[in-house]
């Protein structure tokens, strides 16, 4: 087995205009499955190796805080330890004069990218579980009320086996997603659609924590394909349940 070739052909290389290499590197944002693109850019003064800010920009589509005190420190601790910087347009970058550099920095830019991300999502990630756990106690809470039966992480009857947060059996069913992620709301639209086209009643309400975690434009996008898109509030939902249900 020749290892140094394998190792190698886990790295794609694609040139683009103005002499800059994209480099797809095997390294991955943690719980994406997307790979780190690196790009290599030729300059007067050597070479530039960034990630063209797509950390912060996945980091902040899931609804992480790239501007967190955590990240700030651990941005300051990046650059006193080696030559990636985290630049103020949320870009990762190295420079060098060396040629032979290039290939290490390349690594640590898409190491930095994968903490990074890492880093700013952590937070968010505890948070809809939070989210999660306080939507469920206010339907569970309405269910009751309404003396309904109520089934969580309920597998639809319709073609994709999709999966609903909540599931309430009214006269016609509601069906309750929430939406964590831009990806969980699109489902919910694929749910709408599906029921729709099967002529099944069900009426789809996605709940998202806030319009960042998902983009402002899905989540105006997916009011026009969901029976109801809208954003959580502890305060208000358990009424929204209530005349939804009426």
Same mark, same amino acid.
């Given at each position: 087995?020749?290892?140094?070739?394998?190792?190698?052909?886990?790295?794609?290389?694609?040139?683009? /205009? @103005?002499?800059?290499?994209?480099?797809?590197?095997?390294?991955?944002? %943690?719980?994406?499955?997307?790979?780190?693109?690196?790009?290599?850019?030729?300059?007067?003064?050597?070479? *530039?190796?960034?990630? @063209?800010?797509?950390?912060?920009?996945?980091? +902040?589509?899931?609804?992480?805080?790239?501007?967190?005190?955590?990240?700030?420190?651990?941005?300051?601790?990046?650059?006193?330890?080696?030559?990636?910087?985290?630049?103020?347009?949320?870009?990762? +970058?190295?420079? *060098?004069?060396?040629?032979?550099?290039?290939? /290490?920095?390349?690594?640590?830019?898409?190491?930095?990218?994968?903490?990074?991300?890492?880093?700013?999502?952590?937070?968010?990630?505890?948070?809809?579980?939070?989210?999660?756990?306080?939507?469920? !106690?206010?339907?569970?809470?309405?269910?009751?009320?309404?003396?309904?039966?109520?089934?969580?992480?309920?597998?639809? /009857?319709?073609?994709?086996?999709?999966?609903?947060?909540?599931?309430?059996?009214?006269?016609? /069913?509601?069906?309750?997603?929430? %939406? *964590?992620?831009?990806?969980?709301?699109?489902?919910?639209?694929?749910?709408?659609?599906?029921?729709?086209?099967?002529?099944?009643?069900?009426?789809?309400? !996605?709940?998202?924590?806030?319009?960042?975690?998902?983009?402002?434009?899905?989540?105006?996008?997916?009011?026009?394909?969901?029976?109801?898109?809208?954003?959580?509030?502890?305060?208000?939902?358990?009424?929204?349940?209530?005349?939804?249900?009426?």
């Amino acid at each position: 087995m020749d290892l140094k070739k394998a190792i190698c052909s886990l790295f794609e290389v694609y040139p683009e /205009p @103005n002499g800059v290499q994209r480099v797809v590197t095997p390294i991955e944002y %943690a719980g994406t499955g997307d790979r780190i693109v690196v790009r290599v850019r030729q300059r007067h003064e050597g070479f *530039t190796v960034d990630e @063209n800010g797509e950390a912060c920009f996945h980091a +902040s589509m899931a609804g992480g805080d790239v501007e967190s005190e955590v990240v700030s420190r651990w941005a300051e601790d990046l650059a006193a330890a080696g030559k990636v910087r985290l630049q103020e347009d949320e870009t990762l +970058s190295a420079v *060098t004069t060396d040629p032979q550099a290039i290939a /290490p920095l390349i690594f640590r830019v898409a190491e930095a990218a994968q903490q990074l991300h890492a880093i700013a999502t952590a937070r968010t990630e505890r948070q809809a579980s939070d989210f999660k756990a306080r939507l469920a !106690a206010i339907v569970s809470a309405v269910a009751a009320d309404f003396q309904l039966g109520h089934e969580t992480d309920v597998q639809l /009857p319709i073609a994709g086996g999709m999966v609903a947060d909540h599931l309430l059996r009214s006269a016609t /069913p509601l069906i309750v997603v929430a %939406a *964590t992620s831009a990806t969980r709301l699109l489902e919910a639209e694929v749910i709408h659609m599906q029921y729709r086209m099967e002529r099944k009643a069900g009426f789809v309400l !996605a709940v998202v924590e806030n319009q960042n975690v998902v983009g402002k434009r899905q989540f105006e996008r997916a009011n026009y394909y969901t029976g109801k898109t809208v954003t959580f509030n502890e305060h208000d939902f358990g009424s929204l349940l209530s005349s939804t249900l009426n």
